[in-house]
């Protein structure tokens, strides 16, 4: 009997097949583990350690946080070892009117008004008390200043003497007064910046030809001429360890969900980098899935697009030295809407918009489904078709995929290429190289003139995409649309498919779901989804934004 079971048992070398089976991926998953926890590790002693070396480090900064005297030498050297090895930064000693008070304004050279200071500050304080007692000192010249003195609408009394160097380095002018601890602030910047203009990244054929600027007060000053709004709140806070840089926070304090607003603020605050360059570090460190390839914070240059967003409760960020503002939580479709969808005709625009999803739909599969017919389902071709293309490909010594690769980074190095020349020959040197290219590369066999149109139909499918970032996303992910379609045919694009939706639909953009409101499904959002309805259907704002108010026209 046993000899009969052991008859019936695997060979060895089977158990051993199994084992190894299940050890060697076993293996690599706690190496995996082993590694990420030495990494995480290492990130809590670099942690560590940076709490210890900013704890050193804030012994000193504590001591230049220190308050203003009052004593005006000891408050004067203070403000020249902080500022005075800068050759833009100008002190200037005076004595105010004919009394013995000596005082002392500090500017930095090209960023501040000059005739301002000279009428408006230094006129004023040297003639100001020409006929007053000179015995007035302390609180009651301050008072002085305030109330009669310095006829600036900008003004305010700082303690710290670190906060007035910060002032001094944004343009601000510090008086320093002999006798009054606190020293003035007065608003004398007077930076340069340029006219506003359309927005180069979101042309639109019907819309406001008014785009941000660099300026953070103009972008903000856009926001409040778009219409009287008491509810508009813009909360400004300052990011940056050595670069310090103003931020805001705008949103419509009776629309929002005021978590919302408190885990924008929360993630700001956790940004600690040297100096924050462009808004688009913001957009990296705030999202909530960085490995992600799909953009989970919009970037827009247009205000009226803010409006837009603000009005159905979302938040956006302005920070200054960049025309590009944030707009979170974001879902897949805003990034295929344009705010030229409000400005037309509900049929119209709904048209436009579903064929942006086929133009989408094109310039992630167009390639890979090539790929796929021609090289794994011929039978699916019609057999006109079918002779057609192979007549074509008679000659070519590369398969599709290496067809479709050689066209496709061709395409992508002249498009790069075009961003970076001049704008007078960008454009028409991208077009003439593709054209050149395209011909020459069907002159010398090595593709297809078929894969140059499908390749050609792909990018300008590309361009039809209103947000850049979102285009890029889509041209990356269809590189992997085109090896899955090369190892597996049409099975390999549905399994990416599955695979890419399983990844849409766990993302999720400061709590909403990135595929709303497809999921979770909400029949009421889908009036503003793939097509709009008319603006009689839309008294609703979004729901999956949870809003406190969520009629738009309050009926």
């Known amino acids: 009997m046993w000899e009969k079971v052991i008859s019936y048992m695997p060979h060895w070398q089977v158990f051993l097949q199994g084992f190894l089976a299940f050890f060697i991926p076993y293996l690599i998953y706690k190496l995996f583990h082993v590694f990420l926890f030495v990494n995480k590790s290492n990130g809590k002693i670099d942690m560590k350690e940076n709490s210890e070396q900013s704890e050193t480090i804030q012994i000193p900064v504590q001591k230049k946080l220190e308050q203003f005297t009052g004593d005006y030498s000891e408050d004067f050297l203070q403000m020249k070892k902080e500022l005075g090895h800068n050759w833009d930064i100008h002190f200037r000693e005076f004595q105010i009117g004919n009394t013995d008070n000596r005082a002392a304004i500090v500017f930095l050279k ?141 949103y419509i304090d009776e629309i929002v969900e005021p978590n919302l607003v408190k885990e924008v603020r929360k993630r700001i605050e956790t940004i600690h980098l040297d100096d924050v360059a462009e808004s688009g570090y913001i957009e990296q460190l705030i999202e909530d899935n960085y490995l992600s390839p799909f953009t989970q914070v919009q970037s827009t240059e247009r205000p009226d697009r803010v409006v837009a967003a603000l009005l159905e409760g979302r938040v956006a960020i302005l920070l200054d030295g960049t025309p590009f503002a944030l707009i979170v939580p974001v879902t897949f479709n805003m990034l295929l809407q344009s705010p030229e969808d409000y400005y037309e005709r509900w049929l119209s625009s709904s048209l436009i918009r579903l064929l942006r999803y086929f133009a989408a739909g094109i310039s992630l599969f167009g390639p890979s489904l090539y790929i796929a017919f021609v090289s794994f389902h011929q039978g699916l071709i019609p057999t006109k078709l079918a002779l057609s293309m192979m007549a074509t490909r008679q000659g070519v010594p590369f398969p599709a995929l290496i067809e479709a690769l050689i066209m496709e980074v061709a395409i992508e190095i002249l498009r790069e290429a075009g961003l970076r020349l001049p704008k007078p020959i960008g454009p028409t040197m991208g077009i003439v190289g593709g054209l050149v290219i395209g011909e020459a590369a069907v002159q010398a066999g090595i593709v297809s003139p078929i894969m140059v149109i499908v390749v050609a139909l792909t990018a300008i499918s590309s361009f039809a995409i209103p947000q850049y970032n979102a285009g890029i996303t889509l041209r990356m992910l269809r590189f992997v649309a085109m090896f899955s379609a090369a190892l597996f045919g049409l099975y390999g694009i549905i399994l990416f498919f599955l695979f890419l939706c399983s990844h849409l639909v766990k993302l999720k953009s400061f709590g909403v779901s990135y595929l709303s409101p497809t999921v979770p499904y909400r029949a009421g959002d889908w009036k503003d989804f793939m097509v709009r309805m008319p603006f009689r259907m839309m008294k609703h704002r979004p729901r999956l934004l949870k809003p406190k108010d969520s009629v738009r026209k309050g009926e």
């Open 110 to 250: 090209g960023l501040c008004d000059k005739e301002l200071i000279d009428k408006h500050i230094l006129k004023s304080l040297m003639n100001g008390l020409s006929e007053r007692s000179t015995l007035i000192r302390g609180y009651e010249l301050q008072q002085l200043i305030v109330n009669e003195i310095l006829p600036v609408s900008d003004l305010l009394e700082e303690t710290k003497v670190m906060k007035a160097v910060g002032k001094v380095l944004t343009g601000s002018t510090v008086l320093i007064v002999d006798g009054i601890q606190n020293v003035f602030i007065i608003g004398t910047a007077h930076g340069k910046t340029r006219n506003l203009e359309e927005p180069v990244s979101e042309a639109l054929v019907r819309g406001p030809r008014v785009g941000f600027t660099e300026k953070l007060s103009v972008n903000t000053s856009l926001l409040r001429q778009h219409g009287e709004n008491r509810n508009l709140s813009i909360i400004e806070m300052e990011v940056g360890e050595r670069t310090k840089k103003e931020l805001v926070i705008a």
